[in-house]
């Protein structure tokens, strides 16, 4: 009988692209508890994020950690709204 495939590369991969939005909302200092009281909108970033093909441009930019917007982000929006209800 042939073992199931493993899931484990999967799931280590979605672990790792929501660490990288957490250090991402971190970074644009987008408050947790807002973006997760924003419920479905907050559900739609973390699956923007983990269907995302640019984690190695994400990455890279916060390796220069230059401060200005991260405009490859598919969660920008999101981020800056939280951050204008934060002000």
Known sequence: MAAAPSSLPQFARVLRKQELMDEMMETQGVDLVAAVRAGDG???????CRDC???ATCRAWFLER???QAEFCPNGEFFASLKAEKN
């Open 42 to 48: 907050f559900v739609r970033a973390r699956a923007n």
């Open 53 to 55: 093909p640019r984690e």
């Open 66 to 68: 230059s401060g200005e």
